[in-house]
């Protein structure tokens, strides 16, 4: 990282991909690119997310799991500067399909209580969707994090 005085440690880092709004997870096969937003919810090291069971993701899944997810939050103009404050997260992993009833299961609660913790029924709307969707788990190799905030000893 070239400037490491607005690097983070690892924990801030996987503190920063839990407040994301979002996560970008980019892919690489057949000399191919693809980015892709989606929602991730992070149980321990591990990151999760469901998706459909085809389609262009999960070809390139198979064909490469090696992928990069990038996390953006807290953005907002700094004043009157050309400038804003930030935080970011940029992980690398290998992306695996989850195939363990029970991995899968609390994977989709935990995917389910981040975005959704208002939402009712979900023993329901998981035993009617569970075999419509895969789920896939991110094992990092390797993650930074990078803020840029008001005054070098502020927080964001």
Not at 7 to 16: L, M, N, P, S, Y
Not at 33 to 59: E, M, N, W
Not at 96 to 102: A, F, G, K, L, Y
């Amino acid at each position: 990282m070239r400037r490491k005085d607005r690097e983070t440690d690892r924990e801030t880092a996987f503190g920063i991909t839990d407040r994301c709004a979002f996560v970008t997870l980019a892919l690489f096969a057949d000399g191919e690119i693809y980015a892709v937003p989606l929602s991730v919810a992070r149980i321990g090291d591990d990151f999760y997310f469901h998706c459909a069971k085809t389609g262009r993701k999960t070809q390139m899944l198979r064909k490469n799991p090696k992928v990069c997810m990038s996390c953006v939050g807290n953005v907002a103009p700094d004043g009157n500067q050309f400038a804003v404050t930030y935080e970011s997260a940029t992980v690398f992993g290998t992306a695996e399909e989850v195939n363990d009833e029970s991995e899968k299961r609390t994977a989709l609660q935990a995917i389910a209580s981040r975005y959704t913790p208002q939402a009712v029924g979900f023993e329901e709307e998981c035993a009617r969707e569970r075999n419509n969707v895969a789920v896939w788990k991110i094992r990092i190799s390797e993650i930074t994090g990078k803020r840029r905030a008001k005054r070098p000893n502020d927080t964001i």
